[in-house]
């Protein structure tokens, strides 16, 4: 299988690891980019061939449409990641990411082509739907909602400029994280490890556990102290996390840090 010698629109690849055993495939939340992972790239390299997706709408392609529905993003993205698939690959999402992360592993497990892991970080379980219309609600609305989370910098948000940038991609993904109904179908065959803040005002520990029903592989719950972005605070551990189970599938059970 030929493997792209770019990092292309989609994928970006900080720190190539061309003799990782495993490479890590991570998928940012509602709002986010690929230059999220830069610093778990720097961090999991050389152990681990880091790959960020970058999603249409946002920084170097602002200029392209932001997916608004979670089928049409992955219809667009599973060639993509496949191509990659020469190695070992693992699944990294958050958020929004989490539920990307899934379907993709899903189309790949289709395919014949199974991955390592999936960890699912800051979601509910597909199955466990919650209504929601942020996406729906005016500029300040969304405002609101990304500072409630404490994903932004704040003072990021009183600059009209980056507001005006940032918004339509961040309206697009919360419609397509919002609007998004699983469709039972096989489950999955790889261990899949749920994340998850004790203090995450969009996903309960009864939210998180319920990805155990989306696998007939390992399955593995974290807590962690924390709100939605838990994994800023936690980061040392997060990665401890990916770099332990990333390749070998083994689960330490029901942690919580």
Sequence with gaps: MAVPTDNGAWIRRFHPAPDAPTRLVCFAHAGGSASYFYPVSQALSPSLDVLAVQYPGRQD????PAFEDVPRLVDALVDQVAVWADRPLALFGHSLGATVAFEVARRLQARGTEVSALFASGRRAPSRHRPAWVHEGDDDALISEMLKLEGTDAQML?????????????????????TYRYQPGPPLTCPVYALTGDADPQVDVPDAESWREHTTGPFALHVFSGGHFYLNRHAAQVMALIRRHAADGVVVGHARA
């Excluded at 009183?158 to 919002?178: C, F, G, N, S």
Aim: proline letters at 8%.
């Design 61 to 64: 392609r602002r200029a392209e």
């Design 158 to 178: 009183t600059d009209p400029e980056l507001v005006r940038m940032i918004l339509p991609a961040l309206r697009a993904d919360y419609k397509a994280a919002e």
